[in-house]
Nanobody
Framework: QVQLVESGGGLVQAGGSLRLSCAASGPTTGTHIMGWFRQAPGKEREFVAA????????DYADSVKGRFTISRDNAKNTVYLQMNSLKHEDAAVYYCAADVNWGFRTVVARWGYWGQGTQVTVSS
């Protein structure tokens, strides 16, 4: 059973930075892809970024390209999301996810494991 625990959310001013962490436990290393999604009030959960544990291949939503960076520390079984130049529209609950199918990485329903989420609030 894969377990994911996010941390690092909080309140940040527009233009600022935050780094989210996702600690993974269970049979994830080398076999799963990891992703970040977000959900703002009244909106559907959306894809933000994903990467492979082994090859380091990454993908980003167009809305965050150039501002967010997903990375991993295999030794710590932890995935990070570095968020820079934050905008008001980035405010949401951010969820870490794990699965095996890179081909469906942007499809929320195709991810099998989820964390509990961490809130990111962007102020003026």
């Amino acid at each position: 059973q894969v377990q994911l625990v996010e941390s690092g959310g909080g309140l940040v001013q527009a233009g600022g930075s935050l780094r989210l962490s996702c600690a993974a436990s269970g049979p994830t290393t080398g076999t799963h892809i990891m992703g970040w999604f977000r959900q703002a009030p009244g909106k559907e959960r959306e894809f933000v970024a994903a990467l492979t544990w082994s090859g380091g291949t990454t993908d980003y939503a167009d809305s965050v390209k150039g501002r967010f960076t997903i990375s991993r520390d295999n030794a710590k079984n932890t995935v990070y999301l570095q968020m820079n130049s934050l905008k008001h529209e980035d405010a949401a609950v951010y969820y870490c996810a794990a699965d095996v199918n890179w081909g469906f990485r942007t499809v929320v329903a195709r991810w099998g494991y989820w964390g509990q989420g961490t809130q990111v609030t962007v102020s003026s």
